[in-house]
Nanobody, 115 residues
Framework: QVQLVESGGGLVQPGGSLKLSCAASKSIFSFNAMGWYRQAPGKERELVAVITSGGSTNYADSVKGRFTISRDNAKKRVYLQMNSLKPEDAAVYYC?????????WGQGTQVTVSS
């Protein structure tokens, strides 16, 4: 069993930055991959960024060049640095982990982008 807890969401103006953090309840060293997803009202949940155990990353086209995913195995955390935020980035952001062929989710953290 894996618990994931997100933090770092909030209200930010367009063009601003936020850094999301996801804390895992166990070592993430052996996790196949960890990622960030988001879901806006009335829309389906979508992949934002993913990082594999080997450090490879992949991003949604809409966030490439603006968002950066990283992981700190020692701290059991994965991060999402979000820069140049746009109103369309507003959503609930969820942390995800793939571990032993099971997908785990956090409870989500709200990101609001508004002036």
């Amino acid at each position: 069993q894996v618990q994931l807890v997100e933090s770092g969401g909030g209200l930010v103006q367009p063009g601003g930055s936020l850094k999301l953090s996801c804390a895992a309840s166990k070592s993430i060293f052996s996790f196949n991959a960890m990622g960030w997803y988001r879901q806006a009202p009335g829309k389906e949940r979508e992949l934002v960024a993913v990082i594999t155990s080997g450090g490879s990353t992949n991003y949604a086209d809409s966030v490439k060049g603006r968002f950066t995913i990283s992981r700190d195995n020692a701290k059991k955390r994965v991060y999402l640095q979000m820069n140049s935020l746009k109103p369309e980035d507003a959503a609930v952001y969820y942390c995800n982990a793939d571990y032993r062929y099971i997908s785990y989710w956090g409870q989500g953290t709200q990101v609001t982008v508004s002036s």
